[in-house]
């Protein structure tokens, strides 16, 4: 990365001088002048909107609308989980209850946001599936134009919200990498603005606001620590995301460097990433130490982390590096095993969504996170975008006749 220095107007997408992904910086000493954390967090909105100061777009108004809706995604305690694994405190964001069912919704109205700042007619994003819906849903919300390209294989239940939403929807009969280079072309050949993953340098900007949710939520519960007279852990709190272009795991980390450099945090959560074995070219890099990523030719169940060549490899390997975290892969039978734990707690997670805790039950075998760690696990996507792979991690229901006997017969 060259470190080359734009102003907004200057660039749209990628470094114009070496094509690396480019980072939004905050005027963070105007930042503090103007606020204190508690005008942050003392906001009504229940939206990740409650953090419009800290993020590079104006409002975007569409008051009364599911853009309105994006973020603010409740935390739930994985006690009973936690017991088994021989763990303490492990809570779950859960992201499916997001407007669109995934984080990507985070991304998509952040990049809304902007789109109306420079007054673009269309929005096309190349998507697995979940960025796609994100953004239909965050256009149909505003009445913006949107166009869609995914792979052919995309799950139907994504598709179906691409369709439902309004947006054009063009299936690709190639990969999710294929479609993401397709997308660049017709973007400029049509004077479309792209929301292409890592390479719109917004979409790392609305994912940091995951990582200021859990700040601020991560002060209430250790100010609850301390009414109940308990010793809030020394250790950092560490975060589970799972990984595919490496957007997600990067806007987490770029949140929590905002809040550092603003003062507003004591100390920087562990960030650990997680990745399908099948698609692990950023776990290949961090492991070998470097940040040169090599294409691979994924294969996962989990689609929406299934990646040739990550989009945002770099930055997602620095996360773990810069915070003291590290790679974990699972299987795709871990991953399934994954969505089996946490249905019983009411929680219903794709395969993606159910990786970061798949992750977390390796660490804790591996003794990657010690019993009284706090830890923060991300559940991205909800498991109605994929009922296909949900239903290939439980047991089929019992068919009987509509007989008494019958029912005595099974029970
Ligand atoms: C996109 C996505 C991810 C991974 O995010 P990246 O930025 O591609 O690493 C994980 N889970 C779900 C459900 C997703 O949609």
Same mark, same amino acid.
Request: proline fraction near 6%.
């Given at each position: 990365?060259?470190? !080359?220095?734009?102003?907004? @107007?200057?660039?749209?997408? !990628?470094?114009?001088?070496?094509?690396?992904n480019?980072d939004?910086?905050?005027?963070?000493?105007?930042?503090?002048?103007?606020?204190?954390?508690?005008?942050?967090?003392? +906001?009504?909105?229940?939206?990740? #909107?409650?953090?419009?100061?800290?993020?590079?777009?104006?409002?975007? &108004?569409?008051? @009364?609308?599911?853009?309105?809706?994006?973020?603010?995604?409740?935390?739930?305690?994985?006690?009973?989980?936690?017991?088994?694994?021989?763990?303490? +405190?492990? #809570?779950?964001k859960?992201e499916? /209850?997001?407007?669109?069912?995934?984080f990507k919704?985070r991304a998509?109205?952040?990049?809304?946001?902007?789109?109306?700042?420079?007054?673009?007619?269309?929005?096309?994003?190349?998507?697995?599936?979940?960025?796609?819906?994100?953004?239909?849903?965050?256009?149909?919300?505003?009445?913006?134009?949107?166009?869609?390209?995914?792979?052919?294989?995309?799950?139907?239940?994504?598709?179906?919200?691409?369709?439902?939403? @309004?947006?054009?929807?063009?299936?690709?009969?190639?990969?999710?990498?294929?479609?993401?280079?397709?997308?660049?072309?017709?973007?400029?050949?049509? &004077? #479309?603005?792209?929301?292409?993953t890592g390479?719109?340098?917004?979409t790392a900007e609305g994912k940091k606001t995951g990582a200021?949710?859990i700040?601020?939520?991560?002060?209430?519960?250790?100010? @609850?620590?301390?009414?109940? &007279?308990?010793?809030?852990?020394?250790?950092?709190l560490t975060v589970f995301v799972s990984v595919g272009d490496g957007n997600i795991i990067a806007g987490i980390h770029k949140g929590f460097k905002?809040?550092?450099?603003?003062?507003?945090?004591?100390?920087m959560p562990r960030i650990i990433g997680v990745q399908a074995?099948?698609s692990a070219a950023i776990a290949?890099a961090f492991?070998?130490?470097?940040e040169?990523i090599?294409?691979?030719?994924?294969?996962?169940?989990?689609?929406s982390i299934?990646v040739?060549?990550p989009r945002d490899g770099v930055r997602a390997v620095r996360a773990a590096r810069e915070t003291g975290g590290t790679y974990i892969r699972?299987?795709?039978?871990?991953?399934?095993?994954?969505?089996?734990?946490?249905?019983?707690?009411?929680?219903?997670?794709?395969?993606a969504g159910?990786t970061a805790?798949?992750g977390l039950?390796?660490?804790?075998?591996?003794?990657?996170?010690?019993?009284?760690?706090?830890?923060l696990v991300l559940n991205t996507g909800?498991?109605?975008?994929?009922?296909?792979?949900?239903?290939?991690?439980?047991?089929?229901?019992?068919?009987?006749?509509?007989?008494?006997?019958?029912?005595? /017969?099974?029970?």
């Amino acid at each position: 990365m060259c470190k !080359t220095e734009y102003l907004p @107007g200057q660039v749209t997408y !990628t470094c114009p001088r070496d094509g690396g992904n480019l980072d939004v910086e905050l005027d963070y000493d105007t930042i503090r002048q103007k606020f204190q954390p508690g005008d942050l967090t003392s +906001r009504s909105e229940g939206s990740l #909107w409650r953090y419009l100061p800290l993020l590079p777009v104006p409002d975007p &108004g569409g008051e @009364g609308t599911p853009l309105r809706a994006a973020g603010w995604t409740p935390v739930f305690t994985l006690k009973r989980l936690a017991e088994k694994l021989g763990l303490e +405190r492990v #809570w779950l964001k859960d992201e499916s /209850r997001n407007p669109t069912a995934s984080f990507k919704d985070r991304a998509s109205a952040v990049v809304v946001a902007r789109a109306r700042e420079i007054g673009a007619e269309v929005i096309v994003t190349a998507s697995t599936g979940n960025a796609g819906a994100a953004l239909a849903g965050m256009c149909a919300a505003v009445g913006q134009k949107a166009v869609i390209f995914a792979p052919k294989s995309a799950p139907p239940a994504k598709v179906a919200q691409l369709l439902v939403f @309004g947006a054009k929807v063009i299936l690709v009969d190639g990969t999710y990498d294929e479609a993401f280079d397709l997308t660049i072309q017709a973007a400029q050949e049509f &004077g #479309w603005y792209c929301r292409n993953t890592g390479y719109n340098p917004f979409t790392a900007e609305g994912k940091k606001t995951g990582a200021l949710e859990i700040w601020e939520w991560y002060h209430q519960i250790k100010d @609850g620590m301390v009414k109940n &007279g308990e010793a809030p852990s020394e250790a950092p709190l560490t975060v589970f995301v799972s990984v595919g272009d490496g957007n997600i795991i990067a806007g987490i980390h770029k949140g929590f460097k905002d809040l550092m450099a603003l003062g507003w945090m004591e100390k920087m959560p562990r960030i650990i990433g997680v990745q399908a074995e099948g698609s692990a070219a950023i776990a290949n890099a961090f492991e070998a130490g470097t940040e040169k990523i090599i294409p691979i030719s994924a294969q996962t169940i989990a689609d929406s982390i299934s990646v040739d060549l990550p989009r945002d490899g770099v930055r997602a390997v620095r996360a773990a590096r810069e915070t003291g975290g590290t790679y974990i892969r699972v299987s795709d039978d871990e991953i399934l095993q994954a969505i089996a734990a946490l249905g019983p707690l009411g929680i219903f997670a794709e395969p993606a969504g159910a990786t970061a805790y798949a992750g977390l039950v390796k660490a804790a075998k591996q003794g990657v996170v010690k019993a009284g760690d706090p830890i923060l696990v991300l559940n991205t996507g909800s498991g109605l975008k994929d009922v296909g792979a949900a239903m290939k991690a439980v047991s089929a229901a019992l068919v009987i006749e509509p007989t008494l006997e019958a029912v005595k /017969r099974i029970l």
